[in-house]
């Protein structure tokens, strides 16, 4: 079956995309406005580059059309942390999807906590394995739509010293969770490279 993506709506486009680009990693994403913690899932999520360190996340709207927090924030503010997600945070990184208004925070709401890490930027959310310190570096015109692809400058990464298993060869394992459709996936067994001749 092909699906021309001219003729469908973009719910079909989501439900297509969303369930063969998979599994996309989630970014955790803690922005702040007046003391407001604001804290949401996103899987439009991908590392462009490691030189300069930089990665993007894709931000629709609210369903009123209006521009969701974590947009909104990183516009005024330049700044966000995103943090990688494990089990153990599956839910309360879940909830934090739900819309709320502009004054609520997340973090109160479903009572996800937070600390102060690096000064001037959101705060890290506890006992992540991993998380970014990133400064806003441009929008993305797509030429219409509604979706808003940002790119992120990554100034700092948190790796918290538990799941850093060789500090000399500096390795590092973690447990993340991926989106898979509307559901979850854990990674399966690691494979070895093979050996190119
Ligand atoms: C696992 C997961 C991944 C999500 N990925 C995205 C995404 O890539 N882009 C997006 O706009 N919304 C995504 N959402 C929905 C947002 O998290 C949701 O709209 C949230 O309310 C936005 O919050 P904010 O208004 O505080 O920014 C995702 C939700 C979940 C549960």
New binding site residues.
């Given amino acids: 079956m092909i699906f021309n993506l001219e003729n469908n709506n973009i719910n079909e486009k989501y439900k297509l995309m969303a369930q063969t680009i998979i599994p996309?990693p989630?970014?955790w994403?803690v922005?702040e406005d007046e003391g407001v913690v604001?804290?949401?899932?996103?899987?439009?999520?991908i590392g462009l580059s490691s030189e300069p360190a930089t990665v993007l996340?894709?931000?629709?709207?609210?369903s009123d059309g209006t521009?969701?927090?974590?947009?909104?924030?990183i516009r005024k503010h330049k700044r966000c942390i995103i943090c990688m997600v494990e089990e153990g945070s599956l839910e309360p990184?879940?909830f934090?999807?739900?819309?709320?208004g502009?004054n609520e925070s997340?973090a109160e709401l479903f009572d996800i906590k937070t600390e102060q890490m690096f000064e001037g930027y959101p705060p890290v959310i506890s006992g992540v394995p991993c998380a970014y310190v990133c400064d806003f570096n441009q929008e993305i015109d797509l030429g219409g739509g509604s979706?808003i692809p940002l790119v992120l400058n990554v100034k700092q990464i948190y790796v918290n010293d538990e799941n850093i298993t060789d500090k000399e060869r500096l390795t590092i394992s973690f447990n993340p969770?991926a989106?898979i459709g509307?559901s979850?996936a854990l990674l399966g067994n690691e494979v070895s490279a093979p050996v190119m001749r």
Avoid: W
Wanted: hydrophobic share 40%.
């Fill in positions: 996309r989630i970014a994403v922005t604001n804290i949401a899932p996103f899987s439009y999520f996340i894709s931000v629709g709207h609210k521009s969701k927090d974590t947009l909104r924030n990184m879940h934090s999807a739900k819309e709320l502009a997340e979706t969770v989106r509307k979850y």
